[in-house]
């Protein structure tokens, strides 16, 4: 695993390239760290769930550099979201849209995906030098607080590595299987880079909408932006 402080603009094509190559990256968002990889990799992806020890069935949010980038990966967005992208990106909005092309549905092993536009100079620079989507899941262990610095995901995956079982000891019941299950999947294996760009602001992650079949929006998660639906 190669920490990389400080990271500039010559680090950042490299880094890109060996996204493209299948690495998976921690990277700071504008909402925490996250860890990452060229979205349409599939082998990449499934790393990732290795590394977070993430259940598979669980979607994989996904950041692009910009909006040209959105709509040529995904499904041109219908008129409700292009109001809420013109207004909230970049920035910690995420919408549902359909994966437009093939190569990103078999990686996502499904039709959409929270895709948004972050407000991280870093995140969208990697996207853009890579010419690709990223993966943009929290970069904690699952089922453990978010880290907003390298320090702290350095210092969760080493606990974590040492004791495995620890993680349970705040688990509640309903969810002690799910843990047991996914969480020694978790720190068999390492992101291959972690960008360290410093402490981060302690930000909620991302609002979450979609828009119904009946074209009304709707809020799936809460989060910074927040928004005055009325149906």
């Excluded at 968002?29 to 349409?40: R, V």
């Amino acid at each position: 695993m190669l920490i990389i402080k400080k990271p500039n603009k010559k680090i950042l094509k490299k880094v890109a390239k060996q996204l493209r190559a299948g690495a998976v990256v921690v990277y700071p968002t504008d909402t925490a760290y996250a860890l990452g990889c060229d979205a349409t990799n599939a082998k990449a992806a499934a790393k990732i769930f290795k590394i977070k020890g993430r259940d598979p069935s669980k979607a994989l949010p996904i950041i692009v550099a910009d909006m040209e980038m959105a709509k040529k990966f995904f499904v041109l967005l219908p008129t409700p979201y292009s109001l809420l992208t013109k207004k909230h990106w970049p920035g910690p909005l995420s919408v549902v849209i359909n994966a437009k092309r093939e190569i990103v549905r078999r990686a996502l092993k499904q039709g959409t995906a929270a895709v948004r536009v972050p407000d991280s100079l870093i995140a969208r620079a990697l996207s853009k030098y890579a010419d690709r989507p990223l993966i943009a899941t929290s970069a904690n262990i699952s089922y453990q607080p978010t880290c907003y610095s390298v320090k702290a995901y350095l210092r969760q995956i080493n606990v974590i590595a040492r004791s495995p079982s620890t993680r349970l000891k705040t688990t509640k019941q309903s969810r002690g299987d799910r843990r047991a299950r996914y969480g020694s999947l978790a720190m068999t294996i390492e992101p291959d880079i972690v960008l360290d760009a410093g402490a981060l602001r302690r930000r909620a992650p991302s609002t979450i909408v979609k828009v119904n079949d009946n074209g009304e929006v709707e809020v799936l998660r809460k989060g910074p932006v927040r928004l005055d639906i009325r149906h």
